[in-house]
């Protein structure tokens, strides 16, 4: 196929890429507003590298169901896919649960899912009151592994898993997923991990999203 040329400037024309809209889903303790402050911030910073950024409070701590809190992030992701962008998800942490169970549910929609220090393994080795606390969670924790095996090689693919060198709150062993692109963030413990993530890697994590995003668009057009 011949490439276009722009006749008069002598460059070539500017490829059109498709806006991906990049939703970052955090933790516990998104109840504190510090901390939901602290990490806006740090995503806010994302359109720098050609992304449309937002953030979905999953309320770990309400008292709600994960389904219908999962469903609240999917009109998220169908609002962007209606103004014509791609959507990619990042869940740090207990967001990991969300943006996996939907990828499973919906892989269709989402092109790239990044988790950050997330508990996707061993949910009985978390304490007691810490679930009590987050029912939300609890119960995604519960269905997750049934949907681990719902995802295929396509979705693990599109799937780059971080976890921090050490973590005493999420061992790597429980941030690794098998068959996705695992990635070691060095930084010691759970939180310095995340905000490792969020700012330095920030940078691999937007590439990765864009790069699937454009393999999901061409892969659908090809259908």
Same mark, same amino acid.
């Given at each position: 196929?011949?490439?276009?040329?722009?006749?008069?400037?002598?460059?070539?024309?500017?490829?059109?890429?498709?806006?991906?809209?990049?939703?970052?889903?955090?933790?516990? &303790?998104?109840?504190?507003?510090?901390?939901? &402050?602290?990490?806006?911030? %740090?995503? #806010?910073?994302?359109?720098?590298?050609?992304?449309?950024?937002?953030? &979905?409070?999953?309320?770990?701590?309400?008292?709600?169901?994960? !389904?219908?809190?999962?469903?609240?992030?999917?009109?998220?992701?169908? $609002?962007?896919?209606?103004?014509?962008?791609?959507? =990619?998800?990042?869940?740090?942490?207990?967001? $990991?649960? =969300?943006?996996?169970?939907?990828?499973?549910?919906?892989?269709?929609?989402?092109?790239?899912?990044?988790?950050?220090?997330?508990?996707?393994?061993?949910?009985?080795?978390?304490?007691?009151?810490?679930?009590?606390?987050?029912?939300? &969670? !609890?119960?995604?924790?519960?269905?997750?592994?049934?949907?681990?095996?719902?995802?295929?090689? !396509?979705?693990?693919?599109?799937?780059? $898993?971080?976890?921090?060198?050490? !973590?005493?709150?999420?061992?790597?062993?429980?941030?690794?997923?098998?068959?996705?692109?695992?990635?070691?963030?060095? %930084?010691?413990?759970?939180?310095?991990?995340?905000?490792? #993530?969020?700012?330095?890697?920030?940078?691999?994590?937007?590439?990765?999203?864009?790069?699937? =995003?454009? #393999?999901?668009? #061409?892969?659908?057009?090809?259908?």
């Amino acid at each position: 196929m011949k490439q276009r040329t722009s006749f008069g400037s002598g460059r070539p024309p500017r490829s059109r890429t498709t806006p991906l809209t990049l939703i970052y889903v955090p933790g516990l &303790f998104d109840r504190l507003k510090w901390v939901q &402050f602290l990490q806006r911030k %740090a995503i #806010a910073t994302w359109r720098t590298f050609g992304v449309r950024p937002q953030v &979905f409070v999953m309320g770990w701590s309400l008292d709600a169901a994960f !389904d219908d809190r999962l469903a609240e992030l999917e009109k998220l992701v169908d $609002a962007a896919l209606a103004r014509g962008e791609k959507v =990619a998800l990042v869940g740090a942490s207990a967001g $990991a649960t =969300a943006v996996l169970a939907l990828l499973a549910k919906h892989p269709e929609k989402i092109s790239a899912v990044v988790t950050i220090c997330g508990k996707i393994h061993r949910p009985d080795n978390i304490p007691e009151p810490v679930l009590e606390l987050n029912s939300v &969670f !609890d119960q995604g924790l519960d269905e997750l592994p049934a949907l681990l095996e719902e995802l295929g090689e !396509d979705q693990l693919g599109r799937t780059l $898993a971080l976890h921090a060198y050490r !973590d005493h709150i999420v061992p790597p062993e429980d941030a690794v997923l098998n068959g996705a692109h695992n990635r070691q963030i060095p %930084a010691l413990g759970h939180v310095p991990g995340i905000a490792v #993530a969020l700012l330095s890697f920030a940078p691999l994590i937007t590439k990765f999203c864009k790069a699937q =995003a454009a #393999a999901h668009n #061409a892969g659908l057009e090809g259908k």
